[in-house]
């Protein structure tokens, strides 16, 4: 089980596992233990906000994919919402279990929801791009509180 | 992006205990309270304008929610009870408001079962999302009777 730092904002609560890095579109990189190997997901804030998961649609496995490319779309009850990667390299994985249970990606983001697996390209220079959670909250949260603001 | 929207009506006194309504969007109805409230019979009401807000929302909701669920809707019918609790010092409140939806789908090509779910979810949403619901501070109870049907 991850631990998790944590920040309100308004009456949201979100949540950022301490064990992964972030892209700044809020896409979480955990390396998996082979070599070179990242799994790809979606953060608490990214799920939140994008809304209940209607179907989520990956690129199949074999996609080779530049940072910046997007990897999957999550269709959404109120949107189509397009998941970047934030690291370079090639799909070796997909979480099948969401084509029958989209939702994991709402009820348990940072863990049965996982979107994909990478073999990644050159991950020793992807992972110095990437946010530490600390960081990756500070954007996340001064993100959210801009678009409450809005209002 | 505007995060707030309003809407009104306009209500007058007609004399006794009975009033005209025009709402926002352009329809007009005489209404009285219940004939238990000392009203009359054969108008609208208050109680009927409050459970039939919610099970008119929450339809609407649905309706978007199957599309974006990718459901084939047949038809959809649903009887929502709203529960009047009078408390000890005569003031009264809507407890709960029950929704008992019948639903039909077309089944497609996916077995019962996976397309079932998907209107179970789509129903959670429709209540998630729906506006008049999620306002309400009445407890809400969804009693679907969901029927696949291979076309």
Not at chain 1, 23 to 33: A, D, K, L, S, T
Not at chain 2, 47 to 72: P, S
Request: charged letters at 25%; a negative charge; glycine letters at 8%.
């Amino acid at each position: 089980m991850p631990e998790f730092l944590e920040t309100a904002v308004d009456k949201f609560i979100f949540r950022v596992a301490t064990d992964r890095q972030y892209g700044r579109e809020g896409v979480w990189v955990q390396e998996c233990g082979v070599d070179g190997q990242v799994r790809l997901g979606v953060s608490d804030y990214v799920q939140q906000r994008s809304g209940d998961a209607a179907f989520l649609h990956v690129k199949p496995v074999g996609t080779r994919l530049s940072s910046g490319d997007e990897f999957a779309e999550m269709e959404t009850i109120k949107a189509n919402v397009g998941l970047v990667s934030p690291v370079a390299g090639q799909i070796v994985e997909v979480n099948k279990d969401l084509d029958l249970s989209p939702e994991n990606v709402n009820l348990d983001p940072y863990g049965k929801g996982w979107v994909a697996v990478v073999q990644a390209a050159d991950w020793g220079t992807d992972r110095v791009g990437l946010l530490d959670p600390a960081a990756y909250l500070s954007a996340m949260r001064a993100q959210a509180e801009e678009e409450v603001g809005a209002s | 992006m505007s995060r707030t929207a309003t809407y009104h009506t306009t209500v007058r006194w007609k004399g006794d205990h009975r009033g005209h309504l025009e709402m926002g969007n352009g329809p007009e109805y005489e209404f009285s309270a219940p004939p238990d409230a000392h009203g009359s019979a054969g108008v609208f009401t208050p109680e009927d304008a409050y459970v039939a807000a919610a099970n008119t929302c929450v339809m609407m909701m649905f309706l978007w929610a199957t599309e974006r669920f990718k459901l084939r809707l047949l038809s959809y019918e649903c009887r929502t009870e709203g529960t009047k609790l009078v408390e000890l010092d005569r003031t009264e409140l809507f407890t709960r408001l029950h929704f008992r939806p019948k639903i039909r789908v077309a089944g497609g090509g996916e077995p019962s079962p996976v397309i079932e779910a998907r209107v179970r979810r789509a129903l959670q949403s429709a209540q998630k999302y729906s506006l008049v619901a999620n306002s309400v501070k009445s407890e809400i109870v969804v009693e679907p009777e969901i029927v696949v049907e291979e076309c």
